[in-house]
């Protein structure tokens, strides 16, 4: 209870260990200008110190609770800080999570504004797209703290990170800011995702317990099954661990949707295919993930965090009209993490550290391949893809009150720190000697060995006066190095064959630059903020972008070649928008929230893949000696800029027996992308007589690959009811996408148009105590047969109906 006004911005000391419930009010207010007095045995009122107050004279001696809490009102569940941050940032909680179970973690995303997951059912790992952005580290994809940098190459997304959603607590994704510690070669998003530790496990006064979830449904979704357990040991020392299993087969695509979506050949005619509930061949799964942390009080104000989050899962992939192009996978990683804090009894030290190692490995296989009469066309490859990630940031806040020289409840804070990481990326392949085409340095090349370093540090400087205005404004400088040994060949000259290891090429890319950021957030009345920020982004390239080399697989006359000119990208973000929080709008306990925004994103060098001229050209019609170009593939700088766009609103009102909430995303992508096509080792396309020159589309959009864009339109709508004590949740969703043609998705031979779709699921939840709850959940409910917007050609799953039984103990 509050007692009248309180000043805003009292800063208190943390308060843990085992003492009275009257100990820890006294020591919690100690300083603070503020007392506390009990109303009854479970409630107190807080006020400010009067003269002569003795503050805790009426203290009884019964145990006293303090808590506060209300329904969680934001837009799925975002908590209330999110709509107090003067820029875009939203959570996905554990518990929407687990509100409507998806076949991949890829589900989670589904609702959020201004983010998709770009790739197919086939592929477990995630590679997230934050308004517009993705692959190749535009998005630093982590598990707590520590980035997820696996990249393989192959036709379409690169980028991979793998986690099973059992094991999270909470997912942040912060799409303004990227001026602390995960900045670092950063431009489009930072993906965070927590796992679960003690507090997420035990309830306050629990010293030992854990979690169980068991779900299964139709549709192949088989098994889905996690335990947690979590001790308190001694109050300075506490464990959590947890377990994670997922069985899924290969479903059945919807059947509702005869007209879904339109191949357009090279050839330019278009045509319409149509799905009617077919098996999804490859989207079967098998995974299994555990964690470990463990909590250390070092003393009253240091705690030391170490935690481990492993992952395994086997699947398959396979492409082409007969699916001929397949592979086999088992991919496995490892999370290590240790944190300190430390925020002793001053305002000028709350420091942070960590320490990180990730390592992600994929095994493959990729099976022979056989022409029509039954002899090895392709041979078979075992290949081996790895990457370790090492890294070490700091950072401190020192906070300084400015009540007597501006004005009461002023701050100026400080966040500075330092942050470091290194990729290390090893891959061997070799073939199984069948006799067809193939050699093992064709899939080493295209995913290079090499190291790259990147550092950073960061500066911000924030006022806050009275929480009216909010002005920051900082500088990040970031440097990377990458630097190693490739080689470029050719297919049509014998002198430089690839085969033969072609011609040594020394790389030594390396950049730096100071990026500055201004944020200012406006809070002129009570519940309303306005919100600007300008950003500046460098984003270096990655091991791959900077060191590829050797052919495409399977002798295919296409090489990789590495580009010693090419540059960082640089971007430029401009946003505002607006924060509504209001309680108590039509009944008591109830809550309004709502973010809108608007952003633009310019962003210079963008790099992406592209085709190029080798040096020396090809016979076309021999012997009258009419030559043109031969087609080589390299990452290039695009010479225009690249412009994003876009506007996201987010609404959700809870009055606790019913809530509605819902979000819409425009965006737009202005991509022209021009490129020069003549790259080193050319200087200019061969000229003599009967030569012909370049394909019209090389250096232009055309020529490029892997170009995602995120949906035109989307709109999610979402909403229940809470009844018998908020015991039984009832609830539906709705989301309709109206997807935006790739401009380059390299899906084989055709582009593609996806025509719009629709999706409804229905879920509930009935807790029979505080222990024991029933869940169930249907997942597209009519059947639609859908292609996902960042999807490839996979149909989605069909109606899935899921139960899930949970549990406390």
Not at 252 to 267: A, D, F, H, V, W
Not at 331 to 349: F, G, R
């Amino acid at each position: 209870m509050v007692d009248g006004s309180l000043p805003d911005n009292v800063m208190v000391p943390t308060v843990e260990g085992d003492m009275t419930a009257r100990d820890a009010l006294t020591r919690l207010l100690d300083g603070s200008g503020l007392s506390w007095r009990s109303l009854d045995a479970n409630t107190i009122s807080i006020q400010e110190m009067i003269a002569g107050d003795v503050g805790n004279g009426e203290v009884v001696t019964a145990p006293v609770q303090v808590s506060a809490g209300r329904n969680a009102v934001g837009y799925n569940g975002n908590p209330d800080w999110v709509y107090d941050t003067p820029g875009s940032v939203t959570v996905i909680t554990a518990e929407n999570i687990r509100k409507v179970p998806g076949r991949d973690a890829a589900d989670i995303f589904s609702q959020v504004p201004g983010v998709d997951v770009a790739g197919n059912r086939q592929q477990p790992g995630l590679s997230v797209n934050v308004r517009g952005q993705q692959d190749q580290g535009r998005v630093n994809m982590n598990i707590d703290g520590a980035r997820q940098n696996f990249n393989q190459s192959g036709h379409g997304v690169v980028n991979r990170m793998y986690i099973d959603t059992a094991l999270l607590a909470d997912v942040t994704v912060e799409k303004s800011n990227f001026s602390g510690v995960g900045g670092a070669g950063t431009s489009g998003g930072i993906v965070s995702m927590r796992t679960l530790n003690t507090d997420d496990i035990l309830d306050a006064d629990e010293d030992i317990g854990g979690k169980i979830n068991l779900s299964r449904g139709n549709n192949e979704y088989d098994f889905a099954g996690d335990v947690s357990v979590a001790a308190r040991v001694t109050p300075k020392f506490d464990v959590a661990v947890a377990f994670s299993r997922k069985l899924v087969g290969e479903y059945k695509g919807g059947e509702n949707n005869p007209g879904l979506y339109i191949t357009r050949p090279q050839s330019g005619a278009g045509t319409l295919v149509e799905a009617g509930g077919e098996e999804q061949r490859y989207t079967d799964q098998q995974q299994s993930a555990g964690l470990f942390k463990a909590n250390i009080a070092l003393s009253e104000d240091q705690d030391l965090n170490l935690g481990y989050v492993g992952f395994t899962t086997n699947f398959g992939k396979a492409t082409g009209e007969d699916l001929q192009y397949n592979d086999l996978n088992e991919a496995t990683s490892h999370t290590v993490t240790a944190k300190h804090s430390w925020n002793p009894e001053t305002d000028l030290i709350d420091l942070k550290t960590g320490l990180w190692w990730t390592q992600t490995e994929n095994k493959q296989f990729r099976p022979a391949r056989y022409t029509a009469a039954g002899a090895v066309s392709t041979d078979a490859f075992n290949t081996e893809y790895k990457i370790d990630t090492y890294g070490f940031d700091v950072a401190n806040t020192s906070q300084f009150y400015l009540d007597e020289v501006i004005s009461r409840d002023s701050i100026f804070s400080l966040d500075y720190g330092v942050e470091t990481f290194q990729d290390k990326t090893k891959t061997g392949s070799e073939t199984l000697g069948l006799g067809g085409a193939g050699f093992g340095f064709e899939l080493e090349g295209s995913t290079p060995n090499g190291q790259r370093d990147v550092q950073g540090a960061f500066m911000d400087g924030t006022f806050d006066w009275g929480g009216l205005v909010q002005l920051t404004g900082g500088l990040r400088y970031d440097r990377f190095q990458l630097d190693g040994d490739s080689y470029w060949c050719e297919q049509y000259n014998p002198a430089n064959t690839c085969e033969s290891g072609g011609t040594p090429l020394d790389i030594d890319l390396s950049g730096h630059k100071i990026s500055p950021s201004v944020t200012l957030g406006l809070s002129p009345f009570e519940g309303i903020q306005f919100f600007g920020s300008y950003r500046r982004a460098y984003r270096p390239p990655t091991i791959m972008e900077g060191m590829i080399k050797g052919r495409h697989v399977a002798g295919v006359p296409i090489p990789f070649y590495a580009n010693p000119d090419l540059e960082s990208e640089d971007s430029f973000t401009t946003e505002f928008g607006v924060n509504l929080k209001f309680d108590d709008v039509f009944v008591k306990n109830d809550g309004f929230r709502a973010k809108l925004s608007h952003y633009q994103t310019k962003i210079e060098n963008y790099i992406v893949s592209a085709a190029v001229a080798q040096p020396t050209p090809r016979t076309i019609s021999a012997p009258l000696g009419w030559t043109q170009a031969a087609q080589a593939q390299s990452y290039v700088n695009l010479l225009d800029p690249v412009y994003m766009s876009g506007n996201e609103v987010e609404v959700a009102y809870d009055a606790e027996k019913i809530y509605l909430s819902g979000s819409m995303a425009f965006s737009d992508t202005d991509l022209t992308g021009n490129y020069d096509p003549i790259i080193f080792p050319l200087n200019a396309i061969p000229s003599m007589p009967g030569t012909v020159g370049l394909p019209a589309h090389w250096g232009k959009a055309g020529g490029l690959t892997t170009v995602y864009t995120l949906p035109k339109r989307k709109y999610t709508l979402d909403g229940g009811v809470r009844m018998f004590d908020q015991s039984l949740t009832l609830g539906a969703r709705a989301t309709f996408v109206y997807p935006e043609e790739n401009i380059a998705g390299n899906l084989g031979d055709d582009a593609q148009s996806i025509l719009r779709y629709r999706t409804y699921d229905l879920y509930s939840s009935y807790e029979f105590n505080d222990n024991v709850k029933f869940g169930f959940a249907v997942n597209n409910l009519t059947d639609e047969a859908y292609v996902e917007a960042l999807g490839g050609l996979i149909l989605a799953p069909g109606r899935t109906a899921i139960m899930t039984l949970s549990g406390n103990f």
